[in-house]
């Protein structure tokens, strides 16, 4: 089956811990993203992928890390997370950015900073 | 910097009806691309259409159609025969092919009545 697996689905934690949330596709895309999404706020996007160690910043990459190591996988890293970092949090894919074909989305995580 | 507007936070529609959502935009690309996503209560991003800006055309998929005015910077989504499996988050997005960065819009809710 086709999708893209977020994991851990939900976490809380304490500010300042480091913390990975891992994501994965099975269909092969060369475009990967993040987004958060808040209320009031729509998503925003954080980071994106066009392929294999090329990464670009979205419109809220403060705070964040991502890397492309390979294909498939496309990690999300909180070196030090804050309280304002709380939010939901999704992972999509494409191919080629989605243009002719749609994002596929993770099921989301949602992060709780304390 | 482009933008995406969606100014009603929430709508409701009577069941059979029909209601349209609105979406607004500014950029200053001649390529780019339009989206409506659903996200209903499981929190899954679903594609519901989408437009390209140099097709005149106004896209249309079952019940979902859009009203695509470039010059006006507008997109909006029409559902017709509205479903109570229709109710749901829906968000407008914009992205162009020199970037493939997405915005979103801050999502309408719409509900529907039985």
């Known amino acids: 089956e086709a999708q893209v697996t977020q994991n851990p689905r939900y976490l809380i934690t304490v500010t300042g811990k480091k913390l990975t949330v891992t994501c994965s596709q099975n269909?092969?895309?060369?475009?990967m993203s993040w987004y958060r999404q808040d209320p009031g706020l729509g998503l925003r996007q954080i980071y994106y992928s066009m392929n294999v160690e090329v990464t670009d910043k979205g419109d809220v990459p403060e705070g964040y890390k991502v890397s492309r190591k390979e294909k498939r996988n496309f990690p999300l890293i909180l070196e030090s997370p804050s309280p304002n970092q709380t939010s939901l949090y999704f992972c999509?894919?494409?191919?080629?950015?989605?243009?002719?074909?749609?994002?596929?989305f993770g099921d989301g995580t949602r992060l709780s900073i304390l | 910097a482009q933008t995406v507007t969606q100014s009603q936070p929430e709508m409701s529609v009577q069941e059979a009806e029909t209601v349209t959502l609105s979406c607004t935009y500014d950029?200053?690309?001649?390529?780019?691309?339009l989206f409506w996503y659903k996200q209903p209560p499981s929190r899954q991003m679903i594609l519901v259409i989408r437009?390209?800006?140099?097709?005149?055309q106004n896209a249309t998929e079952n019940r979902f159609s859009v009203n695509f005015q470039k010059a006006a910077k507008s997109f909006s989504l029409k559902i017709s025969d509205s479903q109570l499996g229709d109710a749901a988050m829906y968000f407008c997005a914009y992205t162009t092919s020199g970037t493939y960065k997405y915005i979103f819009g801050t999502g309408t809710r719409l509900k529907v009545l039985a």
């Open positions: 269909m092969n895309h060369e475009y």
């Open positions: 950029t200053s690309e001649s390529d780019y691309y």
């Open positions: 437009q390209e800006a140099y097709k005149q």
């Open positions: 999509a894919s494409s191919p080629l950015g989605g243009l002719n074909q749609p994002q596929h």
